[in-house]
């Protein structure tokens, strides 16, 4: 199975600033690579498919980058409603494994 | 709108069966290939089970392989989970989601419904 790892495991920014998340695989994934936002009491939400690639409707101030085994995921701009946890998923092979997600608080 | 509704979770003893239901709108879901996702108390998520959009194939965690079934019926839209054997560790929020693409649940997710809760508990 692909192992996911993630960090940090939780941040506190102010509003405005810019966040980044790690998300590393355990072998090679390409890009098959997702990220999640769920906000307390809420499914998960689809942010971005393809380790690079916005879902349609997301803010812009989200973006995703990486290849292979190490990804970023960025908030370049952080605002009030951005309050959630994030997961990284890979999807290159069966079991669909997530990483074990970070926790995003205002300062 | 896609809308995806689960239902079937209660409190259920260690050895028990259960039966989730998830009944999908807003989508020909003959064209989709579906998963269950489940988040413990507190926890990350975790793939638990993927069905192909003809029910040809599917796939499942080790965790729950033996013990689950996922199987879904074209003809009524409708998605199931048969839990058999549940144990503590299982218990959890239990989402359908819907997968991207082709048909194949090897991919990710782009609706979720709201979950269901299943608790293994004496």
């Known amino acids: 199975d692909i192992q996911m790892t993630q960090s940090p495991s939780s941040l506190s920014a102010s509003v405005g600033d810019r966040v980044t998340i790690t998300c590393q695989a355990s072998q090679d994934i390409s890009n098959y690579l997702i990220w999640y936002q769920q906000k307390p009491g809420k499914a998960p939400k689809l942010l971005m498919y393809d380790a690079s690639n916005l879902q349609t409707g997301v803010p812009s101030r989200f973006s995703g980058s990486g290849s292979g085994t190490d990804f970023t995921f960025t908030i370049s701009s952080l605002q009030p409603e951005d309050i959630a946890t994030y997961y990284c998923q890979q999807y290159i092979t069966v079991p669909l494994t997530f990483g074990p997600g970070t926790k995003v608080d205002i300062k | 709108e896609v809308q995806l509704v689960e239902s079937g979770g209660r409190v259920v003893r260690p050895g028990g069966s259960l039966r989730l239901s998830c009944a999908p709108s807003g989508f020909k879901f003959v064209d989709y290939a579906m998963s269950w996702v489940r988040q413990a108390p507190g926890k990350g998520l975790e793939w638990v089970s993927g069905i192909s959009w003809n029910g040809g194939r599917t796939g499942y965690a080790d965790s729950v392989k033996g013990r689950f079934t996922i199987s879904r019926d074209n003809a009524k839209n409708s998605l199931s989970l048969q839990m058999n054997t549940l144990r503590p560790e299982d218990t959890a929020l239990y989402f359908c989601?819907?997968?991207?693409?082709?048909?194949?649940?090897?991919?990710?997710?782009?609706?979720w419904g709201q979950g269901t809760l299943v608790t293994v508990s004496s």
């Open positions: 989601a819907r997968a991207y693409g082709s048909g194949s649940y090897r991919s990710y997710f782009d609706y």
